[in-house]
């Protein structure tokens, strides 16, 4: 039976409370009458074979690329780099899609000769990935064939050594990248497209970039014109990404794109309620349900954070294609929207979504205040082609605990941008003059380096990502959240969500019509 | 006339220790030392002194540690039983002259001569002769069993030098604020703050705040850090001269940044040491205007090699690890009330600059609230909890027509 598409459901009298995502939490809402709740489309069919979907792709490869076996000869220069820790989420059962498909492309290495390869997490200025998440992205056999060596690299934006500045665009754009990646023979990059925005040029020219080279299209400017940035057509940080990608490709280095679809089967058996429409639940659901609620409420936080942080998502592989990076980028960001597009007539005053207690930024960590914002108004908010689901003007009620709390190895300069910058300010084209100090501190730099810590920058891009939809809308409510920690964001903290929507009714009136996004599993509102 | 009256009584002194120690700064006073009683004015000790009637007079922070039991003994020989509290003090003389007292008793007071070599170089807060003299032992007015002190309505006695007149301009409010400006002016320029350097100023209640101005109007940093427990000390530290005011816990961090430092120890989450999060750098100078264990260490992991910390408010007994202090060579100096300061290859008595602080900022506007010497245990327990209650400088209000109500 093949998989049902999205549905946007109208509520009426009958319908049962909708589930509500609250961090390591849920709550079940009652919503008024006439909203609309949009569900995702069911998971696709995985690959029967990926291991010989992978093999197809990389000897029929798209575009004007040879196969990869071709572009394999002995005494070759060959680096593989691949998407970190932040794709794809929740992180996957082993085998990861990363593990099937670099298992690959080094057969056809050692099948050609090539010895002298070298892996690079392509983690741009992320956290630098620990031995354990390693292992689990890339399988035993590899981390320990190339990690003692010192063949399993971590990319530092931060050694100039290991950095090289291929030139401006005709934007003025500098394009610094990895320097083991630029002047290799071929670079193989190995994507995991969770969503529409990942892939394309962007792997290279983002993943594998410097500071100086990321803050042109990681800024306010950019992030305000990308309309939105789940559709590349409408997407100034695409068009910066491509115009990049374009002069790597000019000054020489050669690429091997390959790129890789999920389904959106998200979560494991025992919370697969979570991915059904209520009114669908079963008995077993239901129970499953009440059964999670309640040992959630009576477990502490900590403890609660580990358990869904252990979770690992079933996701499986729906497509794979390999070749010339625009022509690979088309056809897996088609892929991506046969999973993920919905079909959404109109905007609505008031959007809705419960924030899950993951987003790319906190895999195996906290979901601080500045990751709420950004899951909620970067990415949920923009799940969107077309136009945005809320209209200008409208409000956005989330719901998350948003504690004020912070992992201080992973996010040590978020501590710093949410207590010295946000207290000043949340305007994203403001914040920008702290950027610099920042982005060059010495010791966030050490700490991105040598620790486990994101890049001293990086809580600027988060709010950065908020951009757009800070622009756009009337007002943001946080529903269940620390007040305190609401506040310092700029939003409005709310004790239920009966009193978000009697604050809601001061910016949208007294009879706004509401839209529930109802994600996790990942969908786009292809809105008309 | 009424006044208070500070007795050496060791149960109650141990009552209101333990009672303070349970509730609260401020809270022991019903059952501590000090008492409501009927007073004489003080005899005059000599011909170059003056009766002078107390107008407002605060409560410090040196007064609070006395009442709640907390001070040091070191004290003990350089006070004399019974006394009468409170030496910030503006007051009027017989001779109807508006005044503000300089209350340290150092050698011309206590009729010593030659001065010993601090006051002979105008040093007076240094005095080595304050338990000497015609005078009984007492650091201050206040703390001396023979000149009275501002909490009574009988009044005290001051020398000629002690007594500075107060400009028209200025408010009784604006000038019971002169004293603790005065200390304030002191540590601002002993912390000998160079152009362009990194300062940090931990505490705002009244000696944060009033150093935080001194700072900014006499030297030039490049940038000024407080850090400030409270939200109105916060808008008020702002409004004094800091460029950046942050809960306390969050100033090492801000210091940090300012200076550009590594950090130790902080890039693991396991085997966090004590030692954790000392600053590699850190800032020129850290004004310590708190005075506890706590505050000492926040200072010395947050200044850089070779910084200075300088003690402004009032410490007791505090442990505190001073391996840092040893091997980044850090000067740990105290700041003790005034005399005269060179500013600007000028000699200035520290007084007049503290009046020049206190009318550029109007600083009267720090006193939160004033109490009849009648509602002195409610008046204590105010200022022991001023920060929370949202207040800065408690006083008392001995003038014959108060104005405005207490609060």
Known sequence: MSPRPGFILEVDRSTPPTLFWHGE?????????????????????????????????????????PPLSARLTAGMKLTIAFDDISLPLPPMRRPDIRQLVIEQVLDLAAEAGVDDVVLICALALHRRMTAAELRHALGDRIYDAFEPQGLLQQHDA???????????????????????AAESDLLVYVNINLVAMDGGHKSVATGLASYKSLRHHHNAKVMTHSTSFMDQHKSELHSSNWRMGRLIAAAGVKVFQIETTLNSDTFPEQFRFLQRREWEWSAKDRATYL??????????????????????????????????????????????????????????????????????????????????????????????????????????????????????????????????????????????????????????????????????????????????????????????????????????????????????????????????LHTPPVMLADVT | MRGLLFERNLPRFAASRLLSGLSGSGKGTAVGPLRLTDLDPPELPGPDWHRVRPLLAGICGSDLATLDGRSSRYFEEIVSFPFVPGHEIVGVTEDDRRVVIEPVISCIPRGITPPCPACAEGRTGGCERIGF???????????????????????????????????????????????????????????????????????????????????????SPGTLLAGAKHPHQRTLAAELGADEVLPPDQLPRAVRRQARSLSLGASTRAGRTPGAGQLTGGADVVVDCVGNAESLRQALAMVRPRGRVVLVGMPGKVSVDLASLWH??????????????????????????????????????????????ERFEEAVAHAGAAGRRGAVKVVFDLRPTRKGPAR
């Not at chain 1, 239920?496 to 009136?509: W, Y």
């Open chain 1, 291 to 516: 059964g999670a609620s309640a040992a959630l409420d009576r477990t502490p936080s900590k403890l609660a954070r580990n358990i869904f942080q252990s979770i690992k998502a079933p996701h499986r592989m729906t497509s794979v294609q390999a070749g010339e990076v625009e022509a690979v980028h088309a056809q897996t960001t088609a892929n991506v929207y046969r999973q993920q597009l919905v079909a959404v007539e109109g905007q609505t005053d008031i959007l809705t979504m419960g924030l899950p207690y993951i987003c790319p930024y906190n895999v195996n960590s906290i979901m601080n205040p500045i990751l709420v914002a950004c899951l909620g108004l970067g990415y949920f908010f923009n799940l969107y082609r077309g136009k945005p689901l809320v209209r200008e003007g409208g409000v956005l009620i989330m719901s998350h605990p948003t504690p004020w709390e912070f992992n201080p190895v992973h996010h040590p300069s978020y501590i710093d941008f949410f207590e010295q910058v946000l207290s000043q300010t949340t305007d994203p084209a403001e914040i920008g003059k702290y950027e610099e100090s920042f982005a060059t501190d010495p010791w966030y730099i050490h700490l991105y380096r040598t620790g486990n810590a994101y890049h001293g920058v990086h809580p600027f891009y988060m709010w950065y990502w908020c951009a757009h939809a800070l622009e756009h809308l009337g007002a943001v409510i946080v529903v269940g959240g620390d007040r305190a920690a609401v506040r310092r964001l700029g939003f409005k903290p709310a004790s239920s969500m009966a009193d978000a929507l009697e604050m809601a009714s001061d910016v949208v009136g007294r009879d706004p019509s509401l839209t529930h």
């Open chain 2, 133 to 219: 003299g015609h005078l009984a032992p007492g650091l201050q007015i206040g703390f001396c069993c023979d000149t009275g002190g501002g909490w009574s309505a009988a009044g005290l006695v001051a020398h000629d030098v002690q007594l500075h007149p107060v400009p028209e301009g200025l408010t009784d409010e604006d000038a019971v604020m002169v004293e603790p400006t005065a200390c304030a002016v002191h540590a601002a320029l002993a912390a000998g703050i160079e152009p362009g350097e990194t300062v940090a100023v931990l505490g705002a209640g009244t000696l944060g705040l009033t150093t935080i101005a001194a700072i900014r109007r006499l030297t």
């Open chain 2, 328 to 373: 980044r060579e850090v000067t740990l100096a105290g700041a003790y009330a005034y005399g005269t300061e060179t500013v600007g290859g000028r000699t200035r008595r520290t007084f007049d600059l503290a009046f020049e602080v206190v009318a550029a900022n109007q600083l009267g506007r720090l006193v939160s609230a004033r109490y009849p010497l």
């Open chain 1, 25 to 65: 939490r849920f709550s079940m809402e009652k919503l008024p009458v006439g909203s609309r709740v949009i569900y995702a489309p069911e998971p696709e069919a995985a690959l029967e074979d990926p291991i010989g979907a992978i093999r197809h792709a990389l000897e029929h490869p798209l575009g004007d690329s």
């Open chain 1, 158 to 180: 931060e050694d100039p050594t290991n950095l090289v500045h291929l030139g401006l665009t005709d934007q003025g754009e500098d394009v610094e990248i990895n320097k083991r």
